[in-house]
């Protein structure tokens, strides 16, 4: 992957004029904009030794990457000759995340963001702790503790969520803790610091997107759970699911459900809809890149009476509830 970046002072232009110039001279040059991807754009050559190439765009940011080094030199030099651009080489830092190349494939991680995050709120001393939560950690609105300053606790909510792009040990914890911005107390800043107390600790994990992976093939696997009734105060349950490509971790999300399930097939059954929705949206964005796929998006549900619900249309006719 390579990047370029816009020279501000070349174009002064709104981000949104930019967007629109680039757009079409992207599309003057045979690139096709993905419709599940806004900002991802696709060119494909049939006689070329370049299949397919493709950019990622975010404002005056652009990804590039193909497998032949010669067609993303001609695209340079094709951006270059229509804007003022500059080639910072290969990825190394975009968005506040960092990639590095290494012998068994792409990391991707957040470390100096992490220590940024550690230093504006004086963690970067504390103790390393071994898990971002308690076991069973139960934490509630209306309790007569202390209030604290909820400037301060957005701020550490904020950077938190920010970091959950490349950490996922941290997805379901920091979403816990955001149930409580308008008023939280001193149980909940407690929790927050625990988290960054656990980030102390683990500042060098990362993400591997490894090379070579011919055995386990290019296979897109998902797992879905759910918590039954883990909120104690409204009964919702937790949803979770993470996604795998070819080996490397591409999507994962940890959201509280919308209603409340009356059993754990239900919460089981909510978490897999809302698992299939994004593999829907996977499967979709993998075909408009051309990404080759062995077989099926693979589901892998813990759950016996949520497989048989979503087996037998015969059931769904009592399930309409959900």
Not at 154 to 182: A, H, P, W
Not at 226 to 250: E, H, N, P, Q
Not at 307 to 319: C, E, F, K, V, Y
């Amino acid at each position: 992957m390579y990047k370029l970046k816009k020279a501000l002072y070349g174009l002064k232009q709104a981000p949104r004029a930019w967007n629109r110039r680039i757009d079409s001279f992207l599309s003057q040059i045979g690139f096709k904009k993905c419709t599940s991807e806004h900002g991802v754009y696709v060119r494909c050559l049939q006689d070329s030794k370049s299949k397919t190439l493709i950019v990622c765009l975010y404002v005056d940011d652009l990804l590039i990457t193909d497998s032949n080094e010669e067609a993303i030199v001609v695209f340079k030099g094709q951006m270059m000759n229509e804007f003022e651009m500059s080639d910072l080489g290969l990825l190394s830092y975009f968005l506040g995340m960092e990639f590095r190349m290494t012998q068994y494939g792409t990391t991707m991680h957040q470390s100096k963001y992490t220590q940024d995050l550690l230093k504006k709120f004086n963690m970067q001393q504390s103790n390393p702790i071994g898990t971002p939560a308690e076991v069973g950690l139960v934490l509630e609105k209306e309790t007569d503790e202390e209030l604290v300053d909820p400037t301060h606790y957005k701020k550490i909510v904020g950077y938190l969520r920010y970091l959950c792009n490349t950490r996922r040990d941290l997805n379901f914890s920091v979403e816990l803790i955001s149930r409580f911005m308008q008023e939280p107390r001193q149980s909940h800043l407690l929790a927050a610091k625990r988290i960054m107390r656990y980030v102390q600790g683990t500042t060098n994990f990362r993400i591997l997107f490894p090379k070579g992976e011919v055995d386990i093939g290019l296979k897109l696997i998902g797992y879905s759970d759910s918590d039954w009734c883990g909120d104690k105060i409204d009964r919702k349950s937790t949803t979770g699911y993470i996604f795998f490509y070819g080996g490397a971790l591409v999507s994962w999300s940890s959201t509280k459900e919308p209603v409340v399930a009356l059993s754990s097939c239900e919460a089981e059954y909510i978490a897999a809809s809302e698992a299939t929705c994004q593999a829907v949206w996977l499967d979709a964005l993998m075909k408009e890149l051309q990404l080759e796929k062995s077989c099926k998006v693979k589901l892998l549900v813990d759950n016996k009476s949520a497989i048989d619900l979503a087996r037998h249309p015969t059931s769904h006719g009592r399930s309409k509830h959900i």
